[in-house]
């Protein structure tokens, strides 16, 4: 079974940086495919960036340019940096793993961001 643990959220300004992390266990992380959503209040949850299977990375219109999602192979871990924060960015982000052999999803529990302005 796959576990993703979020952390790095928290409360800054508008403009200012935060970065995500994301830790896995169970499997082996370099074969998931891993990508960040958010799900603001009484919103659907949105895609904000991914890894595709070529291993390039796709981002949201609203979040390109900002934010930058990266992995450590070695530390199994995925980051979301996020830059230039907007209150708009304010919502729960989660991680997702997905493995293309077995089609499963992994959801971590989520992380917290609040943009004031």
């Known amino acids: 079974q796959v576990q993703l643990v979020e952390s790095g959220g928290g409360l800054v300004h508008a403009g200012e940086s935060l970065r995500l992390s994301c830790a896995f266990s169970?499997?082996?992380?370099?074969?998931?495919?891993m990508s960040w959503y958010r799900q603001a209040p009484g919103k659907e949850r949105e895609l904000v960036a991914a890894?595709?299977?070529?291993?390039?990375?796709n981002y949201a219109d609203s979040v390109k340019d900002r934010f930058t999602i990266t992995r450590d192979n070695a530390k199994n871990t995925v980051y979301l940096q996020m830059n230039s924060l907007r209150p708009e960015d304010t919502a729960v982000y989660y991680c997702k793993a997905f493995g293309p052999v077995s089609r499963r999803t992994f959801w971590g529990q989520g992380t917290q961001v609040t943009v004031s302005s």
């Open positions: 890894f595709t299977l070529s291993g390039s990375a």
């Open positions: 169970g499997f082996t992380f370099s074969s998931y495919v």
